[in-house]
């Protein structure tokens, strides 16, 4: 019965060409842009390690204290807890390792030459971290493999590429254990990581509490914190500082400037109130030490805790979506009105149907298969729209803050974006077919085949 | 015109009357709050600047490694920039209008009232800035080269022999008084100097960080050249943008190899990225509004067509008993503005549910009143345009078609 009326809803939008493309075109435009926007919107508010981020959490301390908010001068989130941390806090954090895995990082650049090489020097953008950066957000690697503890504490001049320097400075070939100059020094190559770019970056989403690096790649060269913190500059990724600091490098490692991340790994919630006391204790112990004269505020967030309280998703975003949804439920009430004056036009073979003995149901049944049907289609063509929608977007969002490159993973449809518009589009026709089809099912057959 | 007629027929087809009601009224509904936010990021992308941007580009520089001899190395840039032929005047600093970088300081001419103080952005030139960026002085002078010192970093602030800061800022510090030659105060750093200029205008970095906030306009020029990893913000002669860019490296260049010219700009280009967001924004609303203004017009004229052929016998009829072909079509217009007034009405109410949800949301604007009269009017043009060929097709109709099929 279904195949019957699968030929029967093909010969009738087969009658009515510039109608059934009217519906088309109406549910395929509706789902393109609302789909366009979802999209985005899913991949700003997904999950950027979802097999980690309920174990993986960033360390707070409240070192500006109370009167933060008229001292500070770029603005801080509501809680005042500055997102970043001072060299001081970090060091003595990854000292006590009280967790499992533990990194502290910041972002810095340095001029970038192979050796012996006639291209000009480039502007790298590097990551200066630790060991356990690697192995706690499971950064795969195509070459080599991360640096040790052991060269952590040795302060090594190491380097850890990405694959696109990589492919820029050596053309992709393995270049583990080659060197590349780094300001004036020298660095050997230990690895070079496939293409790994977290959606939103949620390690480093930007100083001031705000989320201007959360949809960028930036990060092009992994440096030992250790190293970098000797050899290149420090608090060039956002540095909020209670007072300015005494001159030079010395200066802000002992200033109470904020400007290192710090992100460990603790496996489940005992670990997590273990290492909230841990930070507690250390606060308290500061202030003995007389280092503030409050008692510091501390806060532990894990990473999705960490993005809502970055807002890391734009409103410009959240009122597109809201925006294209609206827009969809238009074309869904005009496909609903066009099938409507369609079935209200076919209802003599309706009824002409209904007097050879077919039930309501079955005609209620006919006019949702071919509602479905243009779903279905629209279905299709709209995903075509919002890829094309997604292009458009891409080329967009480059160079909107001057940063770096958008990661593409913002500006993919990605499987789930592809279930939900085939049943976003073929349910809400479905919906939108209901009251026409059941207006089908009212007309009087006797009456109308008097009429004819 | 008789609407009695019209309503009783609507009545028979309440179905489609509705769908068309109610798809006017959302389309009312976004078409209102897309407007609003449209023209809401059109004009903050139209913000004025106060300074050159049509001429001025940004060189961010960057030395590789610990250069001993900043200061000469920074003034042979300079003397090189400024001896390029298509070139105007340059000058080294921390900061451009437009920038990411958003360095601010506190200022006050009463140090004892600490709630005097008010935020404003730091730019840092020395006595070329101005003819660089070409802002225009309103009161006072501009900085001459005696007033100049080098700035490292801001733990070891030289001392200041006056400041130029903004129209907007002096309103602020002194409300209705006269600030030219008094002593500000500044921090941090902690500085304290005259005022011996009025800026008309300069608008604050990272506008978008400003945006609708009173400091957008609040400046301060230091007399500070920036000796650090300084930018170069250079100004071609007039038409002359493209080739200035492009020698500008090469004279750098010749002056010391030890550096990566990051990357270099136009304002312009820096104005166009920095608002990107908002015009992005503000494209995709208003294609969403004409994608959907005509998709509820080809969704009226498929309803009215299917109205019409569906009449077919009526309109004969009538026709057959005297009425004009006019009269037809005024018949189908009077039944689209009936629904479109009907639809309209629920629109309004909708649009203005959702922009008291998207102001508790969002954080924007209360929709003017206007916004919602030009909605309502567009809406009524719109539906009169589509009804305009259906009805066409029904003045069309022979009368002669009353005599058939009966």
């Known amino acids: 019965m279904f195949v019957y009326y699968l030929v029967l809803a093909l010969r009738s939008l087969r009658q009515n060409v510039g109608l059934t493309a009217l519906m088309v075109i109406a549910v395929a435009v509706g789902i393109g842009a609302s789909m366009t926007t979802l999209s985005i919107f899913r991949a700003m508010s997904g999950d950027p390690i979802p097999q980690k981020s309920r174990r993986l959490f960033v360390p707070q301390l409240d070192n500006f204290g109370p009167a933060a908010a008229g001292r500070i001068v770029s603005p801080l989130p509501a809680d005042h ?49 630790y060991r356990d950066f690697f192995t706690m957000f499971d950064v795969p690697f195509e070459y080599g493999a991360p640096w040790s503890a052991a060269d952590d504490a040795a302060r090594a001049p190491l380097v850890v590429l990405t694959r696109a320097l990589n492919d820029r400075l050596f053309d992709g070939t393995n270049s583990v254990g080659r060197t590349v100059t780094l300001e004036d020094e020298d660095y050997r190559i230990v690895g070079v990581i496939q293409d790994w770019n977290p959606v939103p970056r949620f390690y480093d989403l930007g100083a001031a509490g705000g989320s201007a690096f959360a949809f960028i790649s930036a990060d092009q060269l992994f440096v030992p ?18 007072k300015i600091p005494a001159t030079g490098k010395e200066g802000v490692l002992h200033s109470e400037c904020d400007w290192v991340q710090m992100w460990v790994e603790l496996p489940d919630a005992r670990a997590a109130r ?55 439920l238009v074309c869904l009430l005009n496909a609903a009105g066009l099938m409507l004056a369609k079935f209200m036009a076919r209802s003599p ?63 993919r449809l990605d499987g789930g974006d592809v279930v939900i518009a085939v049943l976003l589009s073929v349910g809400a026709t479905l919906l939108a077919g209901l009251y026409p089809a059941w207006r089908a099912t009212q007309v009087q057959p006797a009456l109308r085949l008097k009429v004819q | 015109m008789h609407i009695r007629p019209i309503v009783s027929a609507l009545r028979r087809n309440k179905g489609g009357a509705v769908l068309i009601a109610l798809q006017m009224a959302v389309t009312l509904a976004i078409l209102c709050n897309a407007i609003f936010i449209v023209q809401q990021r059109v004009a903050r992308t139209e913000r004025p600047s106060g300074v050159d941007e049509t001429d001025d580009f940004v ?46 300081i506190g200022i006050t001419l009463h140090p004892d009232q600490p709630r005097s103080r008010k935020m404003a952005a730091v730019y840092l030139g020395d006595e070329h800035a101005m003819d660089t960026l070409g802002f225009k002085l309103s009161a006072g002078r501009n900085f001459n080269a005696s007033d100049i010192s080098d700035f490292r970093d801001a733990s070891r602030v030289p001392p200041t022999r006056g400041i130029l800061v903004t129209q907007a800022l002096a309103e602020q510090l002194a409300p209705g008084g006269e600030v030219l030659g008094r002593v500000a105060t500044l921090a941090p750093p902690a500085i304290s100097a005259p005022i011996v200029g ?26 500070y050249r920036f000796i650090s990893q300084a930018s170069y913000i250079v100004r071609a002669e007039p038409g002359r943008l493209a080739q200035a860019l492009k020698v500008a490296p090469k004279a750098l260049a010749r002056v010391s190899r030890q550096r990566v010219i990051y990357q270099e700009f136009s304002l312009a280009e820096e104005r166009h990225a920095a608002y990107s967001a908002d015009s992005t924004l503000a494209l995709l609303l208003t294609l969403v509004c004409l994608v959907l203004l005509a998709v509820t017009a080809l969704g009226i004229v498929g309803l009215t067509s299917y109205w019409v052929s569906q009449r077919r016998r009526q309109i004969g009829i009538r026709r057959a008993l005297g009425a004009t072909r006019l009269a037809i079509m005024r018949h189908f217009q009077t039944e689209n503005l009936l629904i479109t007034a009907v639809g309209t009405v629920i629109g309004v109410a909708l649009a203005v549910a959702g922009n008291l949800w998207i102001v508790e949301r969002f954080a924007m604007g209360r929709l003017p009143y206007e916004y919602l009269l030009i909605g309502v009017a567009a809406l009524l043009v719109l539906g009169q345009l589509a009804v305009l060929w259906p009805a066409l097709r029904a003045a069309s109709v022979p009368p002669a078609v009353a005599t058939r099929n009966i």
């Open chain 1, 81 to 129: 807890l500055p997102p970043y941390m001072t060299y001081t806090d970090a060091m003595a954090l990854m000292r006590a390792h009280p967790a499992e895995r533990q990194a502290a990082m910041y972002f810095t650049t340095a001029a970038v030459a192979v050796p012996n090489s006639k291209a000009l020097p480039l502007s790298g953008a590097v990551r200066a971290t």
């Open chain 1, 274 to 328: 273990a290492y909230r006391r841990f930070l507690l204790n250390y606060a308290a112990e500061q202030r003995q030490l007389g280092r503030f004269n409050w008692t510091p505020r501390i806060a532990l967030r894990n990473v999705r805790q960490w993005l809502a309280y970055h807002n890391v998703v734009s409103n410009d975003i959240s009122m597109l979506a809201l925006m294209s949804l609206a827009f969809l």
């Open chain 2, 59 to 104: 060189i961010e520089n960057q030395w590789i490694g610990t250069q001993a001899n900043l200061v000469s190395l920074i003034q042979a840039d300079l003397v090189a920039l400024r001896a390029i032929p298509t070139v105007r005047d340059a000058y080294a600093t921390n900061v451009w209008p437009f920038a990411f970088a958003d360095p601010t």
């Open chain 2, 198 to 223: 009025i800026i008309k205008m300069l608008q604050a970095p990272a506008v978008n960080r400003h945006v609708g906030n009173a400091n957008a306009g609040n400046s301060i020029v230091l007399p």
């Open chain 1, 349 to 411: 073979q309706a009824c002409v149907r209904r007097a050879l003995g077919a039930d309501n149901r079955a005609i209620f049944m006919q006019c949702l298969v071919e509602t479905g049907m243009i779903g279905a289609v629209g279905a299709v063509a709209g995903i075509g729209l919002s890829i094309l929608g997604l292009l458009i977007a891409r080329g967009m969002f480059i160079r909107q803050i001057g940063m770096g490159p958008t990661p593409t993973g913002l500006t």
């Open chain 1, 225 to 242: 914190f250790t190293t970098a913190v000797e050899h290149l500059l420090v608090g060039g990724g956002g540095m909020q500082c209670p």
